[in-house]
């Protein structure tokens, strides 16, 4: 089946700002495919791209093998596709279920209202007018407005911004069940545990451009990179004691091991702990967190390319 | 390949209903909106009807009573009201808080989104026109005579309108601007035209005559009053105007609060 996005060589300046250098990228179908990276990034004139709001200046863009500035196409483009948009903008007098009825009737296959109602977790709240919805509740009804055609790809844009921790876990309740009925999902975000949490691939952006992709397990070489054993040093015993060598020595007090073998590395901090009786206080284990990664990677990038900052 | 064209038409058909059911909805959801929407055209006819329903017929109102006169020209003033302010007020609201781009991010055509406005606009013109002439009748105005060509002049005014609304809309970047705008065009174009008072002086209704108002004056007086009715080059002129601002607006219009 051919991918339900392709991207290729994709550039967009706004005057001397160059928004978007030359990305390109593909999201097959049934993927969740998510573009990291912090404010003024590039995320969300690409996406506007591809959804048709915005022109580009340079590169093919295809959407479910569609040019999505082609305006002769465009009323067939958007019947497949859904968009939750990041401004909050829904007429403040109808009831929810009224919002809902009104959009579905734009499509010629539309999703079922209640169904759509039960999907985007706003049962009970049918005969709400918008404008008495919390924020939250909004949230969701931009999200079901972008189910309700149906469509074959959903665009959302930072789903979750301003969600409390408990709001932003339903949602991605929500989006985990949608990819179960197959539809494809474009997100953008700058968290990296929503990239984490959702994503099937990531491709992180920075200053216009992809500055590295790969699944959130092995993005920026995460699956490779050594791990790191933490752990209080007993009482009596300097870092020089340890049969795995010389470690740093963090300023809470911890040692720090780092290890491409960490199975083997605990097995020798632990047995010779055990040993001697001690015990390894505070133990940790883990690998550089999507978000070093992240951080890393945008960093860098910002550092080189210190230029652009706003794409909105 | 005739029946998918015919079932295509049959859709759009449906959408447009569609679209404006819920347009209407919208509106009269906001009671005060549409309370305030016509109570303004009632109080004026009352106040009119007060202050000048005692001057009989004259030659300063071409022969008819100050009332005659006035239910017309205050018709007419509703209508720009209903279709030009109001449109192009809401539009660039709508613009600004992001509804446009959220109908823009729908498959419903531009075309039917207007025709949803475009009907919603006659619906209040239609209202806005039966309580003025019923206001009028209080007063002892007679009904308007003419129904066709005044149903005719309706028409073609709140579209031209309407259109001309949704120029100036296009035109207007920030929606806390349009109200000012709107009234800085209306206002000069109202009072030379000779809403509130009739205009004896030749070349000012030479001028006014060429520009958008006085023809759709014109055109009420004649139907509802003088029974001339159908004066083609009133009708012209407004459709001239309604072609105009159809243009630009097609040219200019944009859905995104940003400019892109």
């Known amino acids: 089946m051919p991918d339900a996005i392709t991207v290729s060589e994709l550039a967009r300046s706004y005057g001397a700002v160059r928004a978007v250098r030359g990305i390109s990228f593909t999201v097959g179908r049934g993927e969740i495919f998510a573009l990291l990276g912090p404010n003024g990034a590039g995320k969300t004139t690409t996406l506007e791209i591809l959804e048709g709001f915005r022109g580009r200046d340079a590169g093919q863009v295809e959407v479910l093998g569609f040019d999505p500035a082609d305006r002769a196409t465009g009323r067939v483009l958007r019947e497949r596709i859904g968009l939750v948009l990041q401004d909050i903008a829904v007429e403040p007098y109808l009831t929810v279920r009224e919002t809902l009825a009104r959009n579905a009737g734009y499509y010629p296959a539309p999703r079922d209202v209640g169904e759509v109602i039960a999907l985007a977790g706003l049962a009970g709240q049918e005969r709400t007018k918008v404008r ?38 339903d949602a991605w309740q929500i989006v985990r069940g949608l990819r179960g009925c197959g539809t494809t999902i474009l997100l953008t975000t700058h968290y990296m545990d929503e990239a984490q949490a959702l994503a099937d691939r990531v491709a992180v952006m920075s200053g216009g451009r992809i500055v590295a992709r790969g699944t959130p397990a092995d993005l920026g070489g995460r699956d490779s990179a050594q791990a790191r054993i933490r752990f209080a040093l007993p009482r009596g015993y300097a870092a020089a004691d340890l049969p795995t060598g010389a470690t740093a020595v963090a300023g809470d007090g911890l040692v720090t091991v780092r290890t491409s073998a960490p199975t083997e590395t605990l097995h020798q901090l632990t047995g010779w702990a055990l040993d001697r009786g001690l015990t390894l206080d505070r133990l940790t284990v883990d690998r550089p967190s999507l978000e070093d990664v992240y951080l890393g990677l945008t960093g860098t990038a910002a550092a080189e390319d210190p230029v652009e900052r706003s794409d909105r | 390949m005739s029946t998918a ?11 447009v209903w569609h679209q404006i059911r819920y347009e209407q909805l919208s509106f009269w959801r906001n009671p005060q909106s549409a309370f305030f929407t016509f109570v303004f055209p009632v109080v004026i006819i009352t106040l009119f009807g ?14 008819l009573s100050a009332l005659q006169y006035y239910v017309p020209t205050i018709a007419a003033v509703s209508v720009l009201g209903a279709c030009y302010s109001q449109l192009a007020i809401v539009l660039s609201t709508r613009r600004q808080n992001g509804m446009l781009k959220r109908v823009r991010a729908t498959p419903l055509p531009a075309w039917a989104y207007f025709l949803g406005l475009l009907a919603h606009c006659l619906v209040v013109s239609v209202v806005d026109i039966a309580l003025i002439v019923g206001v009028g009748r209080l007063f002892g105005v007679p009904l308007p005579t003419q129904w066709a060509a005044a149903g005719a002049a309706l028409v073609l005014g709140a579209a031209s309108f309407c259109a001309l609304g949704v120029a100036v809309a296009s035109v207007i970047r ?10 800085l065009v209306l206002f000069p174009l109202v009072f030379i035209s000779g809403t509130y008072l009739p205009i004896h002086s030749g070349v000012l209704d030479r001028i006014a005559g060429w520009l958008p108002v006085r023809p759709f004056n014109q055109a009420l007086l004649g139907s509802f009053a003088q029974h001339t009715g159908v004066d083609w080059k009133d009708l012209g002129v407004l459709l001239a105007w309604g072609a105009a601002g159809a243009l630009v607006a097609v040219w200019r219009f944009r859905w995104d609060p940003r400019a892109g």
């Open chain 1, 132 to 169: 008495n919805l919390s924020g939250g509740l909004k949230r969701r009804l931009d999200l079901g407005l972008g189910l309700i055609g149906d469509p074959d790809l959903l665009f959302l844009d930072e789903p979750t911004t301003g969600f409390d921790p408990s709001a932003r876990r």
């Open chain 2, 5 to 15: 064209t015919s079932r295509a038409s049959r859709r759009d058909l449906a959408l």
């Open chain 2, 50 to 63: 007060a202050m000048f329903g005692g001057v009989g017929r004259s030659s300063y109102f071409y022969g």
């Open chain 2, 174 to 183: 920030n929606a806390e601007a349009a109200p000012a705008v709107v009234q």
